[in-house]
């Protein structure tokens, strides 16, 4: 059984009042861990506990004051059981057992400040597009390659830290999939919480960051469709066209056209990019997404692009995408094809500046020159960064996305 | 083999040696002779070596470090006290615009190897007027060396280089060392360039000298206990720093705290932090952190002196706030 004492905390002070628990019993506790906040005649201090245990009792009562070296609590130690009757703390224990011992977390405590008021230095904010980065970090996540903007801060006020790098090194797609063969359950798992971790800070950061709008379009795909099944008549099973790939074919080609909706936010200022990398939202089984690159897809023939979106869909679900793939892409396609809703309006990938969204191709009815007819049609939306573009814009390149699939033949090129 | 002995011994021996060995030599200062010195250092002087060389002055710091330089232009070697960094400020003048000055004014026909010694820094209810830590200012002065003994060691042995140096050396001793007992190996070395590590650490390098030494290797244990492994680099010369030994362990650990028992505005830790930014920015993980004094004359009631200056426990909070 380990004593918990009150310790002196500061050279003058000869008692203290128990202010707040910070544990309670059957927890455990960790060496450096605050157990409790006690009261000084100069401040509420954090109470550290220097040894470890599980909490067995809580002997000195909220609100109780007691000389310095007074048992506090009681742990037991690794392996230790509890004792049948507990006759111990007699010593600074005035108050009878019957006080409620729930009340640990006795609002009356939660005023006051946890740590003692130290000079905490002004911390100059991030400027606006810019996240705390300590420069040993940078420094080390060039060295590794690695993605600054997918990583989440742990450090002082969110700053990335070096050991956010090393983590973030580690739970890399590659060397995750060779220590999955070692040990085949508990990475798979990390793994997957590692990427719910990215995904957060993407996605956290994008909706902090990036002033969202977002504007969409019902697009008939009649014609499209129609195209795509005398194309698909003429080939074999495994090379048949599926309408992402005339989807994602019919975005590149229109990014063309609005180069403003193709690039990067990058310290402060929009960067366009002259290659049409849509990243893919491909959705993993055991949860998650990542949005690979298909690589310059506005210069690809229909077939072409099949074979490689086939291809990135497959590595990417075996973890084996290239780290251009990773990095590369200039805006990012989600496609919720026969199994998704209506319409998805996304969050935009930082540092990317838009999203182009594709929801479930249905039969819809449809009014067109004063009569009534009932046509496959999928919605389209875009959302996109204000800091780069307008609605107007952005409304005009949906039409032009319509335009385009409007006339299918030509996007076979 | 070594042997145990204070701080105030290491020096009183220090200067016995020097007296001892080169006639060039001379202690010069207020009661340094009669009374033994105002914290005994030179006890048992005035009987061993003479009115001569054991120089009682008046209370004028201005007069009694201008005849040192006077007489180290002539070719001795004195060593002149003053009782504290507080009344050194009347002999600024004597300080900035002669002994640091004087190689550069005379294209270096002249040099003054003169040793000025005085008690700097707080923590023995003194007040406002005896207690000051002004090192800061002194590392400021191209010309001169300053130098802060904080180890038996260092005490026993800077004395001797810093005589042999051709120009101005400034020693502060920290008033709170002088009961600090420690061993002194027989194979001591002891340079007046260098900084030394004086703990390893790997997490944070805590970079101090002087009276802040002690608590800042009393933070690092506690520290340890918590799982935060402290490097303590202990700067021994403000001036010329040794930027080398501060990079170097910035590298190391990625994060510094600078104890500096000095004020804060525009402190010799300030002047670390910048020496880090210049060489080091790229290895840091955490914006550096200081603990300096807080910025009033030192308080005589002890909870407030205390309480103004640097201590241990405040040192291991700024650690720890580097560490989310």
Not at chain 1, 76 to 84: R, S
Not at chain 2, 248 to 254: D, I, N, P, T, Y
Request: hydrophobic content about 45%; proline content about 7%; some cysteine.
């Amino acid at each position: 059984m380990i004593e918990f004492k009150l310790p002196s905390l500061g050279s003058d002070m000869d008692e203290g009042t128990l202010l707040e628990w910070k544990v309670g019993v059957g927890d455990t506790v960790k060496k450096g861990q605050v157990v409790a906040i006690v009261d000084t005649t100069k401040a509420a201090v954090d109470v550290e506990s220097w040894q470890e245990g599980v909490v067995h009792e809580l002997v000195a009562e909220i609100g109780q004051k007691m000389p310095v070296g007074a048992v506090m609590a009681l742990l037991l130690e690794a392996g230790e059981t509890a004792p049948a009757k507990v006759g111990a703390g007699g010593t600074a224990k005035p108050a009878p057992a019957a006080a409620p011992r729930v009340a640990a977390a006795a609002p009356a405590a939660a005023a006051v400040p946890a740590t003692p008021p130290a000079a905490a230095p002004v911390v100059a904010p991030a400027a606006p597009g810019r996240r705390m980065i300590s420069p040993a970090a940078r420094k080390h996540a060039e060295e590794k390659g690695i993605d600054l903007d997918g990583i989440t801060g742990t450090g002082p006020h969110g700053a990335v830290t070096l050991e956010d790098i090393e983590n973030a090194a580690a739970a890399r797609p590659a060397p995750a999939v060779e220590k999955a063969a070692i040990k085949p359950a508990e990475p798979q798992a990390s793994r997957a919480a590692d990427m719910r971790k990215t995904i957060a800070a993407a996605m956290s950061r994008s909706k902090r960051e990036i002033p969202h709008y977002y504007v969409s379009e019902d697009i008939p795909l009649a014609k499209a469709l129609a195209w795509l099944q005398a194309a698909n008549a003429q080939r074999p099973m495994a090379e048949r066209l599926l309408p992402a790939a005339l989807l994602l074919k019919a975005v590149a080609m229109a990014l063309k056209r609005y180069p403003e909706l193709n690039g990067y936010w990058r310290d402060g200022g929009f960067v366009p990019v002259a290659a049409i990398n849509p990243g893919v939202a491909i959705s993993l089984r055991q949860g998650g997404l990542i949005a690979p690159a298909l690589l310059n897809a506005d210069g690809k023939p229909l077939t072409l692009l099949m074979q490689e979106l086939t291809d990135l869909v497959k590595r990417t679900r075996a973890g084996s995408l290239r780290s251009s793939e990773m990095n590369e892409a200039t805006i990012t396609v989600t496609n919720l094809g026969d199994q998704g809703s209506q319409a998805v309006f996304g969050v935009i990938t930082p540092p990317q500046v838009a999203l182009v969204g594709f929801g479930r191709v249905a039969e819809r009815p449809w009014a067109e020159n004063g009569g009534l007819k009932v046509l496959p049609v999928v919605t389209a939306s875009l959302s996109a960064d204000h800091r780069v573009s307008d609605g107007h814009r952005g409304a005009l390149f949906l039409l032009e996305l319509n335009e385009l699939l409007q006339h299918p033949e030509e996007l076979d090129k | 083999m070594s042997r145990k002995l204070n701080y105030r011994e290491a020096m009183r021996e220090a200067m016995h040696e020097a007296l001892a060995n080169d006639p060039r030599v001379f202690l010069m200062g207020e009661d340094v002779g009669m009374y033994g010195g105002t914290y005994a250092f030179s006890k048992g002087f005035l009987a061993e070596f003479g009115p001569e060389r054991i120089r009682d002055t008046p209370l004028s710091e201005l007069g009694f470090v201008g005849a040192g330089i006077g007489a180290a232009l002539g070719g001795m070697r004195p060593i002149v006290e003053v009782m504290t960094i507080n009344f050194s400020l009347l002999a600024l003048d004597q300080i900035v615009n002669s002994a640091a000055a004087y190689r550069h004014m005379s294209g270096g026909q002249f040099s003054v190897p003169l040793v000025i010694r005085m008690t700097t820094g707080a923590g023995r209810q003194l007040a406002a007027q005896h207690s000051h830590s002004l090192e800061g200012w002194y590392a400021h002065i191209p010309g001169i060396k300053v130098l802060a003994p904080a180890t038996i060691e260092d005490a026993r042995g800077m004395l001797a280089p810093a005589l042999a140096d051709p120009d101005p050396v400034v020693i502060f001793e920290h008033a709170g060392l002088f009961n600090m007992e420690g061993e002194l190996p027989d194979d001591w070395t002891v340079d007046i360039t260098s900084a030394r590590v004086r703990r390893e650490g790997k997490d944070v390098a805590i970079i101090t000298h002087g009276g802040s030494l002690p608590k800042a290797l009393a933070a690092a244990e506690t520290l340890a206990a918590g799982g935060i492994s402290a490097q303590v680099v202990d700067l021994r010369v403000l001036r010329p720093l040794d930027t080398a030994t501060i990079a170097a362990s910035v590298a190391k650990c990625h994060r510094a705290v600078i104890v500096d028992e000095g004020w804060r505005t525009g402190s010799l830790a300030a002047e670390v932090m910048a020496r880090i930014m210049e060489n080091a920015f790229y290895e840091l993980d955490a914006p550096v952190a200081r603990v300096c004094s807080e910025e009033v004359p030192i308080p005589y009631a002890r909870h407030l002196e205390e309480a103004a200056l640097p201590q241990a426990e405040k040192i291991v909070a700024a650690v720890k706030g580097l560490f989310a």
